[in-house]
């Protein structure tokens, strides 16, 4: 039966942000080390506060498993002569693994028998193990930034006060800068700062909640939404919650308690979006609505001690919200006085990036881009695309956005609305920064869409076009997430852009600011879109062979290309599918090298060739009429009608024929075929039973 290891980090207040990543690579290195080591354990539990990493381990094992350790010698042949006496390869071996000659065992490989030496290793204790392992697991939690303090040569998140390090009834011995471990903990820094002793997990936390700390955060986590609800009430309304800021919040204490502030009702005329992000992105406040979902003049905050008077609490964090919404309402009133157009001309002045140009000249990039991608889809829609593409981006020299970056395309609607814009403009103006994270919210309007697409694919290509790339480690341009962004609006609109069409229009715009041969950016973009196409698809379930065969064939067209692989999901339950992609696979190899030839039916010998030939001829003229009309699973099914004379013709004829004029034709047979199934997919990629 093994014992309880308990270990806990007490630090400086750590940033909210470094927690919850620092509790998931806790858990994974202890997990690797003890794995490593060969010590068998039980359930692992990570756990977090602004002040202390906890890591408990149950039914850690007293000691580790044996390890046998085989090592193959020379043959037995050469170790032992005729009379089964050990030759000097065996007595040399031997006395290389530290045994003898008579403890050597013999194996049977594919190669005949070998003579070897097995070694037992014996487990060391846990306890001795343990310091080396827990020492390991504090000076490689990864942290975002970590520091030095003192003259210690350590770094950490924050600097450590103490290590509480207990294996059964048992301290284990760490020494980490100028900190030794003990069984002592601390409690809440300003409601019950005096150590305690612990005994084990279930004793750590009783007394850590007697000292004023939660510990576990999913509890802080439910306390903080119960309390943060019950004060609401108090006003009539209930708390507008994100994952994000309860997260936050969740880090940031380590005894939560709720009270409840007001700020004036005429502020509510401000955006909503104005409001919540001053309360939510600057003061961890929970905004507070009504049953409707529209604000209240209310907000939670949440402390980290008990009140001893919360009205007092109230009103400090009153002041504080009430300046932030005097500037912001201020802000609000002075950007109203100047149009959209004036800031949208003052981008002239605001640097995009140093070798790409200003703003406004990334404006008039993406411009000419969505006014081609208008002809594309609608060209109806081209007047409020240039009108909502031109004051896209006018927002950013607001003094709102200024103070409130993560307000931008939110004030560019809203002054929009307020000047008089036509209501989509003003959304598309909003939409064209979504989506803003991976399996975000998308733009709903077409305007808002194609500005979007634009904008993404004039930062895509343009960065690749003075070549900054991404590498496998670095993005800092979040060109992936562009790229993922115009993928996921394609599809969810369903519009058929040719990427390739769509590239070219974009080095045509871009013109002299490229440093790039503009078919070497043009062939690398395609890849790059192609690389995060295949990898979404194949994230969402769809196989990678299809999805593979499919994409081989172009990917110009993604919402086609889709269609095709659900296509090809549909058809591999079809009895012939699997046989026609091993005949298609030898008809690949066969003509790998082949290209260009004329079928010319004079030249036919037997009936095999001849049958699959007027097979083909018929079959050909349905599949283009269904893969002209985009109904590519009927096409699959045409195409399995060959099955049976493509069998006969492997059977019957033999295709690399002595003579030279028999070959050519019977190579420009297969190659006709091949071509008519690579208008949906190269099966060469199909993975098969054989």
Known sequence: MGKELLL???????????????????????????????????????????????????????????????????????????KGNPTKAAIGFAAGQGIDVSELDTITTEKGEYICARKKIIGEDTKVLLPGILSKLIMTIPFKKSMRWSDLQIRF????????????????????GNIKSGD???????????????????????????????????????????E?????????????????????????????????????????????????????SHQKYFPVVNDAGNLLPYFITINNTVARDPSIVARGNEKVIRARLSDAKFFFDEDQKTPLDHHFEKLHQVVFHTQLGTSYEKVMHFRKLAEYISDQINPALKERVDR???????????????????????????????????????????????????????????????????????????????????????????????????????????????????IDKSLSVLGNKLKRNPEEIKADVLDFFKGRFENQLISQGHPYDVVDAVLETGSSDMVQSLKKIEAMEAFKSHADF????????????????????????????????????HAYVRTKENVLAHVDGQDYRSALIELAALRKPVDDFFNGVLVMAKDEAIRFNRLSLLEEISKMFHMIADFSKIVTES
């Open 157 to 176: 998140a924050r600097p450590i006060h103490w290590i509480l390090a207990i294996y059964g009834n048992e301290i284990i011995p760490l020494d980490i």
């Open 388 to 502: 909502a593409a031109v004051l896209a981006k006018a927002d950013l020299e607001t003094l709102m956005v200024y103070e409130f970056a993560e307000l931008q395309g939110i004030m560019g609607r809203e002054y929009a609305l307020i000047a008089g814009e036509h209501p989509v403009v003003a959304k598309a103006i909003y939409e064209h920064y979504l989506p803003t994270s991976a399996g975000g919210e998308l733009p709903e309007t077409d305007e808002g869409a194609i500005v979007s697409i634009a904008d993404k694919m004039d930062t895509v290509v343009g960065f690749f076009g003075v070549n900054l790339i991404p590498t496998g480690t670095a993005d800092p341009y979040a060109l992936r997430r562009q790229a993922i962004g115009i993928i996921n609006i394609i599809l969810n609109k369903k519009y058929s852009l040719n990427l390739e069409r769509l």
């Open 8 to 82: 806990e980090i007490g630090t400086e207040e750590i940033p909210a942000a470094f927690l919850p990543k620092a509790i998931k690579d806790m858990d994974e290195i202890i997990r690797k080390e003890l794995s490593g080591k060969r010590i068998e354990h039980g359930d692992i539990k990570a756990m977090a506060t602004p002040r202390r990493l906890c890591l408990c381990v149950a039914n850690l094992s007293s000691r580790q498993e044996d390890q046998i350790i085989e090592k193959t010698g020379p043959a037995k042949r050469v170790a032992f002569d005729e």
């Open 228 to 280: 943060a609800e019950k004060v609401a009430e108090t006003v009539n309304g209930k708390i507008f919650c994100t994952e994000d800021l309860l997260e936050t919040v969740t880090y940031l204490v380590e005894y939560p308690t709720a009270v409840c502030g007001s700020f004036e009702s005429e502020f509510l005329k401000l955006p909503k979006e104005v409001l919540t992000t001053s309360m939510i």
């Open 184 to 226: 002592k903990s601390y409690g809440h820094r300003f409601m019950a700062p005096k150590s305690f002793k612990v005994k084990n997990l279930k004793d750590y936390i009783t007394k850590c909640k007697k000292h004023f700390v939660i510990v576990d955060p999913e509890e802080r986590r439910k306390i903080i939404l119960d």
């Open 578 to 613: 699997e046989p026609l992609a091993i005949a298609f696979k030898r008809a690949g190899n066969i003509i790998k090298d082949f290209k260009n030839g004329a079928v010319d039916p004079t030249r036919f010998e037997s009936d095999e060739e001849r049958s699959l030939y």
